[in-house]
């Protein structure tokens, strides 16, 4: 039976871009470039390594976003994943990572799964649950952060690397995990695999095809929300001292300014 991998990845603003709010308060997603999170690359990568190991295996690619997310599954894809859902619709504007694993954990039960490959954390949320609350909504164990992974046998095993040691995880399938960016260097994709990425199958869906309502999502059913934004101050020039003898005791005393010393 094929192993079926399920990789969560999101379509994220460009974080070298200038990234604003709109007028309620979210992210503004139209006037930024979008790109496959970083972290989420890693995550692909390590479920291309599984099912390169396994006898038999298919992976699918998921995505929670506007239309522009498609741009994401595609380099995905490209990567060598072999078919892409994409949920989108206006109602899931404003999600917050609630309605967000709820949107994912549906998606994910429709499509089925043995294994969910998740990035340790979005580079433009950086809150790092949407894991184990996918887990826990899956209802399936969860092995996080892990910066190896291994399937065999229905179990799936990884080490998760801390400050002082490392810890060898293991659960039984079906599981959830996450992988860091210390789980290896994710792949270019190579011109065969964008243009086999073309041909590749995308489904669409939307709520309705979930079984979910407008207020369970979006900013009807945020469980949290910005209250107030201010735009960065711009950066100022910076004290220049001159050394004319006395440098060294000058440097100390801004240093000192600031608390830095």
Request: glycine fraction near 8%; proline fraction near 3%; charge should be negative.
């Amino acid at each position: 039976m094929s192993l079926r991998i399920v990789v969560c990845v999101k379509y994220v603003p460009d974080a070298t871009g200038d990234r604003q709010f709109t007028e309620d308060l979210t992210v503004n997603r139209d006037d930024v470039d979008g790109l496959l999170s970083e972290l989420d690359e890693y995550a692909v990568e390590q479920a291309l390594q599984i099912a390169d190991e396994a006898d038999d295996a298919e992976i699918t690619v998921l995505t929670v976003g506007p239309e522009d997310a498609k741009d994401a599954l595609r380099k995905a894809l490209s990567m060598g994943a072999d078919k892409a859902i994409h949920v989108e619709d206006d109602d899931l504007h404003g999600s917050d990572v609630m309605g967000t694993s709820l949107v994912l954990a549906k998606a994910i039960e429709k499509a089925g799964y043995d294994l969910v490959i998740a990035g340790m954390a979005s580079t433009d949320g950086v809150m790092g649950v949407l894991p184990a609350i996918l887990a826990e909504r899956l209802g399936v164990p969860q092995v996080t952060l892990l910066s190896e992974v291994k399937v065999a046998d229905g179990v799936v095993t990884g080490r998760r690397d801390g400050d002082s040691a490392s810890e060898q995880l293991e659960a039984s399938l079906p599981a959830l995990v996450s992988v860091t960016d210390q789980s290896g260097e994710a792949r270019y994709p190579s011109f065969k695999g964008i243009m086999a990425a073309k041909k590749k199958p995308v489904e669409s869906w939307d709520l309705s095809d979930l079984d979910l309502e407008a207020e369970e999502v979006g900013l009807e059913g945020a469980w949290t929300a910005v209250d107030s934004a201010t735009q960065r101050p711009a950066r100022t020039a910076g004290t220049v001292v001159k050394d004319e003898g006395e440098g060294g005791k000058q440097l100390a005393e801004f240093l000192a300014g600031q608390k830095f010393i």
